[in-house]
């Protein structure tokens, strides 16, 4: 992710500031940062804009706030709808370099989309067989694309556990990273995180 958080704002011509960790664990030096700096994009965990939204945080109108590490609840969801410009909810595991889908958080529904695959990737819905799961079934979260790793250092057994084969590849030696995460896709096709499959 640090690829994405230091090199994105650069190339675009932006500022880039990086929080200490004191100040990333305090919601006073926090705002005081986001303010002082002027910042119009943060990406941080839910629970680190849940713990500016409970210390009164009044928001930041100009704001793009990015939500990604962990499951964003609504009521967080709702929460930073009202204090920001932009809401997005971003996913995807390290090994699947920085993120695989994302969404913009215009309604608020009882479980937050994590949306659709971003650019260069592909997601599935699979059973334990890793067959295609009926749209709206609950099955195991499988990643595809050019963001897929490799594979884990020096660790080939786990390598062959979570690096799969993918069987919906156009081209010779695709492969499918599977997350651990439950999903299934809605009716519009967008994605929803529903846990752990463990």
Request: charged share 25%.
């Amino acid at each position: 992710i640090a690829g994405l958080e230091l090199f994105l704002p650069l190339v675009t011509g932006s500022r880039l500031v990086i929080a200490s960790r004191d100040a990333a664990q305090d919601p006073v030096a926090l705002r005081a940062l986001m303010e002082s700096c002027g910042a119009t994009v943060m990406q941080a965990t839910p629970a680190t804009w849940r713990m500016l939204v409970e210390t009164g945080w009044p928001g930041k109108p100009d704001l793009k706030a990015l939500c990604g590490g962990e499951a964003m609840p609504a009521d967080l969801a709702q929460a930073l709808r009202a204090r920001c410009a932009e809401v997005w909810n971003v996913y995807g595991p390290t090994e699947t370099t920085i993120w695989s889908t994302a969404e913009r958080v215009d309604e608020v529904e009882p479980t937050v989309s994590i949306g659709r695959p971003i650019a260069n990737t592909r997601v599935f819905v699979l059973d334990p067989r890793r067959q295609l799961v009926p749209l709206g079934a609950a099955g195991e979260l499988y990643i595809g694309g050019a963001g897929v790793a490799r594979g884990y250092r020096g660790r080939p057994d786990l390598t062959a556990e979570r690096f799969v084969p993918d069987p919906f590849s156009l081209g010779p030696g695709g492969r499918l990273y599977r997350t651990g995460d439950l999903a299934r896709h809605r009716a519009d096709g967008r994605l929803e995180c529903l846990g752990r499959v463990d």
